[in-house]
T-cell receptor
Framework: DSGVTQTPKHLITATGQRVTLRCSPR?????VYWYQQSLDQGLQFLIQ???????AKGNILERFSAQQFPDLHSELNLSSLELGDSALYFC???????????FGQGTRLTVV | GIQVEQSPPDLILQEGANSTLRCNFS?????LQWFHQNPWGQLINLFY???GTKQNGRLSATTVATERYSLLYISSSQTTDSGVYFC??????????FGTGTSLTVIP
């Protein structure tokens, strides 16, 4: 157990819908990362937060948004879902930059 | 961004065999981690190794930061070692750059 909790584990939804993925980082970790893993794209960085503030943004679509709350948990919102959004979404946390990061078990999203 | 290349892309081993996985990266880094993604999709931390050598049971890793590569050694492989091994690096601390992984299959 990495100590990073992601919910839900599995999600099946229809095209056009909106979903929210939740991540609780390890106790004491201030930095949260979101990654998308699809079969043909590998692990793609989406966005990073540090202590509530957005720190870096990667290949995140405009239909996607995220935030980190005062209690440091984070949510990734995916809207107007398309079939191509089906993927495994990972959250990771670390104490700070360049420190060891731990990944949650992921949320497997299937868009039908 | 940093380019991360892993080799070999695929590896099939007989149980009990040893192997070496390589990770090359294109720029200086201050964080390097090795992960094992098991068949259920979980990313499991193996090593946090920005430089030097570490060992954990049958696994060991070495990073030569000045030459921009890292090696993961698996000895006496077991079927439970099967999965994909990823190398990930950071330099500014803002994101991890992942390699495309080495897919390992260990045959009984």
């Amino acid at each position: 157990d990495s100590g990073v909790t992601q919910t839900p584990k599995h999600l099946i939804t229809a095209t056009g819908q909106r979903v929210t993925l939740r991540c609780s980082p390890r106790s004491g970790d201030l930095s949260v990362y979101w990654y998308q893993q699809s079969l043909d794209q590998g692990l793609q960085f989406l966005i990073q937060y540090y202590n509530g503030e957005e720190r870096a943004k990667g290949n995140i679509l405009e239909r996607f948004s995220a935030q980190q709350f005062p209690d440091l948990h984070s949510e990734l919102n995916l809207s107007s879902l398309e079939l191509g959004d089906s993927a495994l979404y990972f959250c990771a946390s670390s104490v700070d930059k360049a420190t060891e990061a731990f990944f949650g078990q992921g949320t497997r999203l299937t868009v039908v | 961004g940093i380019q991360v290349e892993q080799s070999p892309p695929d590896l099939i081993l007989q149980e009990g065999a040893n192997s070496t996985l390589r990770c090359n990266f294109s720029d200086s880094v201050n964080n390097l981690q090795w992960f094992h993604q098991n068949p259920w999709g979980q990313l499991i931390n193996l090593f946090y190794i920005p430089s030097g050598t570490k060992q954990n049971g049958r696994l060991s890793a070495t990073t030569v930061a000045t030459e921009r590569y890292s090696l993961l050694y698996i000895s006496s492989s077991q079927t439970t070692d099967s999965g994909v091994y990823f190398c990930a690096v950071q330099n500014t601390g803002n994101q991890f750059y992942f390699g495309t992984g080495t897919s390992l299959t260990v045959i009984p």
